[in-house]
């Protein structure tokens, strides 16, 4: 196998490194990051009926979320006065 050398800024090293799986070789990353398709790949894929009700679901998994953070900060603030 040959190999070629590369430069890269150090905050690409880090990115890449975060990236890096406990077994897995700055290569493996680099081919498993550069076959991940972009999202524009899957534009049409649901119909309009469909993306509507994923949209919805997912506005109100946030909403959810958002009043389950706001509640916690609540908490937090009483409980250090």
């Given at each position: 196998?040959?190999?070629?050398?590369?430069?890269?800024?150090?905050?690409?090293?880090?990115?890449?490194?975060?990236?890096?799986?406990?077994?897995?070789?700055?290569?493996?990353?680099?081919?498993?990051?550069?076959?991940?398709?972009?999202?524009?790949?899957?534009?049409?894929?649901?119909?309009?009926e469909s993306a509507d009700k994923l949209e919805k679901s997912v506005k109100e998994i946030r909403k959810l979320h958002r009043e389950s953070h706001k509640k916690r900060l609540e908490r937090l603030v009483k409980e250090m006065k």
């Open positions: 196998m040959t190999t070629k050398t590369i430069t890269v800024t150090n905050d690409a090293y880090e990115a890449l490194k975060y990236m890096k799986g406990p077994n897995e070789s700055f290569s493996d990353t680099i081919l498993r990051v550069a076959k991940r398709k972009p999202l524009s790949h899957f534009y049409g894929a649901l119909s309009k």
